[in-house]
């Protein structure tokens, strides 16, 4: 987002959230936006508009993101929270995400922020809805004319991971994306990667002067990436049956860790040195197969248990 001219926050903001009935929405987003307020570094104006199939009015949203907050921060829900404090306005839009009139919907809504609130056109989507829908909005978007930036606003789209199932479809939804929405425009984003753990990893590797020196393969044996949670499935079932637990945090959470512990020093910390680092880094990895990861004596002892277990 642009910062408005003459001060240090970015413009006026509608923050269009799809999939704001969701998991994601809830933990995660409603929560940072309280803690970006905190901060003071929300944009003002700002309107979170959320957008989901399940029916309620502008004020049960606004209800809804207050309680996520509330539980987030371990106080009590109901009440006015950092976001009515500066005077954030909240908008729903029913709807499904394959109707052109959802999307005629968010347009009007746009318009009614702008002269409203004075959001002066400026829009960022948020696709926190599952990984199949992704292309579906971004071309919706795109065909009701909300993904071209006018001269004065700016457009931007949000990706969560994972991107894609596999490499053709991951190309897939990357043509998607770019049929309407140009490179400048995309922010594909892996949140694990702002956890204050996993950014602290390239200060401990690159500005401590006792590991830096030592980070290498002459005295490293091995590295060990542990991911342990206490988080379960809960109700996200639909997600884990279309995306599992591979691809929801191996194939990208983890990745990235991996990259940050084992990629070259940068060139700078600009995001694109990092990136090309990181890119060398994958580029080193040598793939496993199934012979030693053990999968296949794996796979003929779990035959052998069913079929005990249907002769029994």
Request: aromatic residues 8%.
């Amino acid at each position: 987002m642009a910062a408005a001219e003459g001060e240090g926050r970015p413009a006026a903001t509608a923050f269009v959230v799809f999939g704001a009935t969701g998991d994601l929405a809830h933990r995660k987003l409603f929560p940072a936006l309280a803690s970006l307020a905190v901060k003071d570094q929300l944009p003002r104006p700002f309107v979170v508009v959320g957008v989901a199939r399940t029916l309620m009015s502008d004020e049960d949203f606004a209800t809804e993101v207050r309680n996520s907050i509330a539980k987030a921060g371990g106080v009590e829900p109901g009440g006015r929270t950092v976001l009515d404090e500066q005077g954030v306005g909240f908008r729903y839009i029913a709807g499904t995400f394959d109707d052109d009139n959802t999307f005629r919907q968010v347009g009007a809504v746009l318009e009614a922020c702008h002269a409203e609130y004075g959001t002066a056109g400026n829009a960022l989507y948020y696709l926190a809805t599952i990984p199949q829908m992704f292309g579906t909005v971004a071309i919706g978007l795109g065909e009701a004319g909300l993904a071209e930036e006018p001269p004065t606003a700016f457009r931007r789209i949000v990706v969560e991971k994972p991107f894609g199932r596999d490499l053709a479809s991951s190309r897939q939804l990357d043509e998607e994306l770019h049929r309407y929405f140009r490179e400048h425009q995309i922010f594909r984003i892996d949140h694990y990667l702002a956890k204050e753990t996993v950014q602290n990893i390239l200060a401990l590797r690159f500005t401590n002067t006792i590991f830096e020196p030592i980070w290498n393969r002459r005295y490293v044996d091995h590295v060990q990436i542990t991911v342990a949670e206490d988080l379960g499935v809960e109700h996200r079932g639909t997600f884990y049956e279309q995306s599992g637990a591979l691809r929801d945090i191996v194939q990208n959470h983890l990745l990235q860790v991996l990259a940050l512990t084992a990629m070259e020093p940068p060139a700078s910390f600009d995001a694109n040195a990092i990136r090309d680092e990181k890119v060398k880094a994958l580029r080193s990895v040598r793939p496993l197969d199934s012979t030693e990861l053990g999968i296949d004596e794996v796979v003929t002892r779990l035959v052998a248990l069913l079929q005990e277990i249907r002769r029994t």
